[in-house]
């Protein structure tokens, strides 16, 4: 199947999905087939704080026509955040879209977790994925401006200090302490502060599960 992939929101999440579906298909011997259209990070991000997701699914659906008329058969968010429009996108989007938020739902739920934290946006924090996760129990995120801000500077550049790394794993150790099983990385960039350090806590990446359930879907 040709995927089409809405990119750039932020980079560094471009890179973790195209790298996870590069590596996931030459692992399993199947040519990928693939066209990204360009997704403006700080647009969305002004759409996000707004709170105007109709606006947003209009931005991704041209960019979705595109990427149709490029050969793509089936569009994907490239982002948590992102995924704030998604219903709005599925409505009118031009090709079919792979929605992220039920796979996490259903890993959840296969892993027998009851109770997670979750770190991201603040959307996607007080939201706890957008309403999408009923299988388990949010114990909610205290530091919600602390972790958005910071969160957003890392996704805007790509690129994460060591200082706003420590941000997320307090507040990680926090909801921890306060009953998470798990935490959830519930932004895509999050990867940038998590890959290669023990955080001292369980960890569960919404964005490769993400690519996980693309991948099946293209491999069919």
Known sequence: MHIGLIAGIGPAATDFYYRGLIDRHAAAGIPLDLTMAHADVREMSRNLVAGNPTRQAEIF???VQRMKGAGAEAAVITSMGGHFCVKELTAISPLPVLNAIPAVDAALAKRGLRKIGILGTRAVMESH???GIPSVEVVPTEALDRVHDTYVAMATI???TEAQRQVFFEEGRRLRARGAEAIMLGGTDL?????GHDPGFPVIDCA???VDAIFATSAR
């Open 191 to 195: 990867f940038l502060a998590f890959a």
């Open 208 to 210: 490769d599960i993400h």
């Open 158 to 160: 790509g690129h994460v």
């Open 61 to 63: 659906a041209g960019l």
């Open 129 to 131: 994925l957008y309403g």
